[in-house]
């Protein structure tokens, strides 16, 4: 019986693993005593989302929040493992509620494909660019993309030529899924219409890196992909100064030395922030996204500046949060319950096929998440008593 | 009772997550239900890993491989929930294993961090500066960061000058830890030592993004963080034929017009690759790593040629690998299992204090997978039987 | 009398040139002796082009070329001092002319600016985006920008918003001219139109960097800057032997190691090739160009390929030449002059105000130069001699 | 008689180029009617400089400054055709020399070449870069080099190694000549005495495009090339208000939103400026640098703070300043005339051979007038008249 049978043959999914990992002991000699097994809901996961299965890891979800965003209190729950992480957003959520809260905007929709094709020569090339660069084709192209989806609307298409090749990028509206199957799907009907019109054209790659997925690359921060997210709040400087322990002059001018003009020197990209990542990537792993998008998503701008009445006006630009409620991890029950914490479940939401209100509303409550981490960090190494006391000995001695 | 002092108050760990989640039913009407939480070793992350614990999400673990790596055949558990993602990835492992398999090594290793420092004006911090560029200075600096670990060693700095401000990069060997913690405390020491001859330079910040830490960064790109590796194999070109289904040309002509032309259109930072976070951010969950850091950890230059005996030659290059297999998440039960499914687990590895063969083996087998994953990823893109009937389809129509 | 005010005091343009000279001469100890004075029609660039002016420096004009572009035989004047540089050019010119020549194109054309205005809140910048982003307003937007110049046409508008800011990227067709004063009057215009209906809107700056001008950016290398061309040829194998003493495949490996291996490993942002900037700056120096826009003008990505007949196949891809032949330098009679010798200066050209012949023709022209420029370095490279037997040398010892 | 062999065998240079003319007027009905011919050293430029030559274009040089840099007043000779550049400039001089001046410094100095090597595997290769790494090698690498050279000193090498590729940046302090020629021969040497103890070394390219010569990459930003440069000053308050017409607070803010926030957000890679490459371009074609070297040399971070005081800090900060004062097109009389100007000719520096102070001092002069030129356009910016007007009239519409 082949190993990736298993549980076709058996029927029983748990079984099946059991039976696995007993196959690779004997074999391999490896040891899976501390790798849990039991009570997991294998059949979710059979043939979608997991193959040749071992077990499972568990990794601890602690529960950030509520934070004020848009009007309302919202909950953060966060898969990590790193310590004082979630303390430290609880710091940030309370500050940043304290006030009026954090307004997150969805600034545009679109998850995007990119395929390869190749032409004889350039001019060739650039013929199916100019044809789809001319306003004329949309009605054609459009019709092809969105006769492969009910959900999905193609929203533009941006051909970037290099040689004889185009990188046809094509950005789809997906709804509240991520979106990557559907615009693939589509993808393939865009290709079907061009390649009846240029004959010549030959498809190098479905995806051709000009998406660009799970790597980091200019024309997601300049573009952006999936949700691209501005969110603000404006913190009183008395609660700067009573809960973060710090001054609004020393956040401003902290911010502005490390996450501009450090990351400037670093040579960033999309890199303008204390580390977006963590929080972000936190939330990811609770509500079932796909981490490796984190490369991109995690890309963000935090700027802080003093308000004429010295109060401190925080924001973080986020052009790249690729996230849905449905499909990929987020149809497993403990990922659905951490959506179902943010109210962001697709039971929860009054949707109709087009809003999308679930997967805008998780990308606007990670933006105001990221924001309180970074608000939170900012203020700890402003004041890290650690630092000085530490620095203060050695000037003694 | 305050909501994070459960755990301290009640004793019982479990309890204290149980409490915690009727108190959020009761005050906001959460619902928990789908949410696991027995059966976990709560004291294990109490107090270092995570806070405000509501429960735990659960990642299916599959297991690729073995792929062999430098002469021995490893196992690459892989959390995720991307359906085909292993069973793409143990098709490259298969491939890569029928000949003489993966040549992995580790060309640099060392963590840093860049605090920022000002002084009064430039020639001050370029005294500083000249001061650590300077070797005759370097016994002194050394003695001031080693005196503060038993594992980890200084092995250079680097020193990035913005008019006032220095970025001082401290780069630290540290042993099986990937390291953060390490050169962190190291850091205040130096920053102790310069202090002393520096009056005048003030701390803006313990990390000043020049570091760079879980942010897309061309300093990491070029000068690595963590474990910097090449790995690289030579599959016979029947072997790409009978079990990839494609040729040798195919594949070397993708590879160029998607990882690399594609990638340099779209303004690409390391990310010359086709999906290497996948592969690397799924060991990383599995084996306890820091998700956040895969942002620059998986940068990737993936190469494919053709070799004179008509053969693929395959390489990867990642100069980024931030891992280890002490710390962190690594102490945990399932994690610290899949470690040792990989052979890299602190009890298996015949390590004294300074080789660090277990994070250096982590390292390597990352690398690999990744290979493993490409190669299958790139047969995959350069046979899709899917796209061209689809396509053909058209072409009749 | 005012140093300054000399030429219109005096009236004779030469004489208050001298009279300068005299006077830091005198004052400073300065020795002009050596920097030409005679001869040059000051009156030309009196008020427009130069002020405090102590004379001239003359480049010296070498021609290479003709070169076979779209069907025409094309000179390439270059102003340099670089020694076989031209000589260089001029082998590639010959090689890419015994063939059918090179074919260019020009994708896209189109001049920017991009003010930098604030609001205060980032809601209220997103409505500024979203206004901007609605089709429904371009025939407004347009006409505010179109009653500003005879030749200009706005094309697109990009706006990129950061927390509280919006970067508004207006994007001009320009006519024959570079552009920069067109779009930045028509940029007035348009902002004008937008504070009526966004009285909160506060201009920070008419050039927010964005654009972006004269500096390293990934925007136009992924959105272009001015003309985006892309040129390809075809070279017959015997050719490749018998004038560059190379092989096709020595080529093609040569540049994929370099021009994109080893760009990508530099972290390069568009520096995908051996030596653009030579060549295009050489040209822009004899015909009037402004050369501080060589920075971005010269991004180009080179590629090499085999053809199915074993031939070479060669495309340059230069997404941001930023050219004019009327306006700035272009109007004295030496670049005038240079630019007639290419057979684009304005009264050649069989122009109406809406085509650009001109402008267009002088950018496909740049592109083909910038291919012989690299067909014949990385000829050059692939068999050099010196290195050869410097090595030979050494391996015999 | 061929074209290129008329300056050898008629011996009269400017007849050879009166020649030349005619033969192409004849041939192709070229004009060169307006294109300067007489009174130019053609000598000079024979076989050094410049090929098929035809005549030259003289461009206008302007005097900015003095400025005071270190102590001493400098003017800055600039060759340019953009109106209002040397006027705005001259104004910054002026503001930056009534306190007590800018302070420039250098704080590192290395051109840079770098060979690709290959081998069979990624382990050779490996093997190379441990080679190069190591200390104790230094000495042997280092006489080989240096042994081809009087006045360079290599000074370090930095191998990036991708696959089986190793990149080998090596590093030569050149004294007063920009080097390249210097450290190419050098590169030779090292090259020589590699092969000896790596026989299966094969060189791909003399050079790999680490360098990084004439092209955008972050390698030159992160590391430098040619001089870095840090340059600082303080402007008092009332002289901003006085001469500049603006106030500490609106360039501080300007400089933040345009030269950082705006550059971030186009991806720019060392752009954090607001046109450091005019002043640059026009200073080093006066003085005759390679003006395509501006691509990486007008990289340039500008920074600007308020004191305590309430004045203006402000510097620039330069890492990739190529220049030299020797070779190249520094020794033609016009071009030697302007570096006279500066104080920079070698006849006028107390220079031995290994102090360079030419190079160094011009590097630094170019520093304070890119921050004169950057202060200029700032205050110009932050006041524009001409916009506020503008749009004032539209709001009253």
Redesign the interface.
């Known amino acids: 019986m082949a190993l ?1 049978e298993l549980e076709k043959k058996l029927g029983d999914m748990e079984r099946a693993v059991h039976l ?1 990992r007993e196959y ?1 002991k004997a074999q ?1 000699a ?7 097994v ?3 809901d ?1 059949a979710k ?1 059979y ?18 929040g ?1 934070i004020q965003v848009n009007g309302e ?1 919202v ?1 953060l ?1 966060m ?9 430290s957003t ?1 710091r940030g959520c309370k500050v940043l509620s304290m006030g009026s809260g954090v ?1 997150s ?1 969805v ?2 929709d679109g998850i995007t494909r ?1 395929p ?1 094709v ?1 032409f004889p ?3 060739d ?2 013929a199916l ?1 100019a044809y789809l ?1 001319d306003a004329a084709n949309w009605t054609d192209v459009a019709a092809a993309f969105n006769s492969t989806t009910r959900y999905g609307r193609l929203t533009s298409i941006k051909t ?6 185009c ?1 046809v990028r094509i950005v789809c509206n997906a709804g509240n899924a991520m979106g990557m199957n559907m615009v693939s799907k589509g993808t ?2 865009v ?3 061009l ?2 019109r240029f ?1 010549d054209m030959e ?17 997601n ?3 952006g992909r999936g949700k691209s997210v ?3 709040a404006v913190v009183k400087a008395d609660v700067v100064a009573r809960i973060l322990h710090t001054t609004v002059d020393k956040l401003v ?2 911010n ?23 929080i ?3 939330i990811f ?2 509500t ?1 996204q ?6 991109e998503s ?2 963000c ?1 935090t ?1 802080l500046e003093k308000t004429k009445d010295g109060d401190l ?1 925080i ?3 986020m052009p790249s949060i690729e996230v849905g409620t449905v499909g ?2 987020t149809h ?7 959506l ?2 943010m109210g962001c479940a697709p039971h929860q939401v009054n949707d109709d096929a087009t809003t999308e209100q679930g997967a805008r509303r998780l990308a606007c409550a990670i933006a105001a998440g990221v924001m309180a981490g970074e608000l939170s960090l900012l203020a700890a ?2 004041t ?1 008593e ?3 006391s ?2 203060e ?3 003694k ?1």
Chains 1, 2, 3, 4 share one sequence.
């Open positions: 990736h696995r690779f391999s490896l040891d899976f005593s501390n790798l849990p039991q009570g997991y294998y996961i043939g979608s989302n997991c193959e040749v299965v071992v077990g499972y890891v568990p990794l601890p979800v602690g529960l950030a509520p209190n909950f729950p898969a990590t493992t790193e310590g004082c992480l979630i303390a609880n307004q905007i600034l545009a990119a390869c190749r020569r350039a001019r090339a650039a660019k660069d970037i030529q290099s040689g004889r090749n990188y393939l009907a290709l079907g219409h390649q009846e004959p498809l190098v790659a479905i995806s051709g890196n000009v998406c660009t997925d799970k790597k980091s690359a200019a024309i921060w300049i573009d501005v969110a603000d001018d902290l502005l030395q490390k996450n501009l003009v450090g990351s400037a020197m670093a040579g960033a990209l999309g890199g303008f922030n204390a580390h977006a990542a963590n972000l990537t936190a792993l609770a079932g796909d981490p490796a998008q984190n490369v995690s890309s701008m700027m006006y924001s973080v630009t990929g991890g497993l029950g403990p990922q659905q319950a951490c179902g914490l190494i402003s890290n650690l630092v000085k530490h620095m000995l050695n000037r001695k």
